[in-house]
C-alpha cells in the first residue's frame, strides 16, 4: 500500500529556531500533500496545501511566511516553522494523495514539536 | 462553509454490542464522505468512503441526503474496534475537512 513518512517524528527545539518537517511518498508519486496541525484532543485542522512544483495554498488564519512549505518534486514536501515560539508547539500531520485520485489520502505517522 | 460535526467525543460500548458513531455534515454541493480511524499509536488510515458502498471490519456507512448524516455502525463490537474515529467530507476543492473526532472504546 502508498506509505507516507514524516520525519523527524519528535523535535524540540528553542525558541526563535527554525524548524523544518518533511513529508516524502515512499512508494508513489503524489500531487498534492496536504499539512494538517492537531492540539491535543481536538480535531486535525488544515494548513496549507501543497502541490508539486507551484505554491501552496493557505487555509485562512495560517501565516505563509510563518510556515513555509516547499513542494519540490512529487514525492518530497518539507514544511518549515521559522523563529519558532512556544504556542507553535503541537503535532503535525502531512498527508498525500496519489496520481490516481481517488480521494483516498495516505498520512505520515505526525511529528510532534516542542518549542521551549 | 463546509462543516462535519461528530457530537460525541467519547463513546463507550460493551463487546458484541452495537456500535453507531454519527457523523453529521453540512455543505452546499454533493458531499462525498468518508470515515477515518486511527488506533492506538498508529498513523491515520482511510477506513471507508460512501461512495464504495463497502463493509469493512464489518462497519457500514449509508450517506443520508436527508438528514445530512453519515454514520458508522457496526452490529457487533469488538475490542479491537476501540480507536479514534474521523467523519471527513472532501469539498469541490479536493480537501478534506475532519469533524472533530469520537475515541471509542470496547469494554471486555
Known amino acids: 500500500g502508498a506509505v507516507v513518512s514524516q520525519h523527524p517524528s519528535r523535535v524540540i527545539c528553542k525558541s526563535g529556531t527554525s524548524v523544518k518537517i518533511e513529508c516524502r511518498s515512499l512508494?508513489?508519486?503524489?500531487?498534492?500533500m496536504f499539512w494538517y496541525r492537531q492540539f491535543p484532543k481536538q480535531s486535525l485542522m488544515l494548513m496549507a496545501t501543497?502541490?508539486?512544483?507551484?505554491?501552496?495554498?493557505?487555509e485562512q488564519g495560517v501565516e505563509k511566511d510563518k510556515f513555509l512549505i516547499n513542494h519540490a518534486s512529487l514525492t518530497l514536501s518539507t514544511l518549515t516553522v521559522t523563529s519558532a515560539h512556544p504556542e507553535d508547539s503541537s503535532f503535525y500531520i502531512c498527508?498525500?494523495?496519489?496520481?490516481?485520485?481517488?480521494?483516498?489520502?495516505?498520512f505520515g505517522e505526525g511529528s510532534r514539536l516542542t518549542v521551549l | 462553509a463546509q462543516r462535519v460535526t461528530q457530537p460525541e467525543k467519547l463513546l463507550s460500548v460493551f463487546k458484541g454490542a452495537p456500535v453507531e458513531l454519527k457523523c453529521n455534515y453540512s455543505y452546499s454541493g454533493s458531499p462525498e464522505l468518508f470515515w477515518y480511524v486511527q488506533y492506538s499509536r498508529q498513523r491515520l488510515q482511510l477506513l471507508l468512503r460512501?461512495?464504495s458502498r463497502e463493509s469493512i471490519k464489518g462497519f457500514t456507512a449509508d450517506l443520508n441526503k436527508g438528514e445530512t448524516s453519515f454514520h458508522l455502525k457496526k452490529p457487533f463490537a469488538q475490542e479491537e474496534d476501540s480507536a479514534m474515529y474521523y467523519c471527513?467530507?472532501?469539498?469541490?476543492?479536493?480537501?478534506?475537512?475532519f469533524g472533530q473526532g469520537t475515541r471509542l472504546t470496547i469494554n471486555p
Open positions: 512508494d508513489f508519486q503524489a500531487t498534492t
Open positions: 501543497s502541490n508539486e512544483g507551484s505554491k501552496a495554498t493557505y
Open positions: 460512501h461512495i
Open positions: 498527508s498525500a494523495r496519489g496520481l490516481w485520485n481517488t480521494g483516498e489520502l495516505f
Open positions: 471527513a467530507l472532501k469539498d469541490g476543492a479536493q480537501k478534506l475537512v
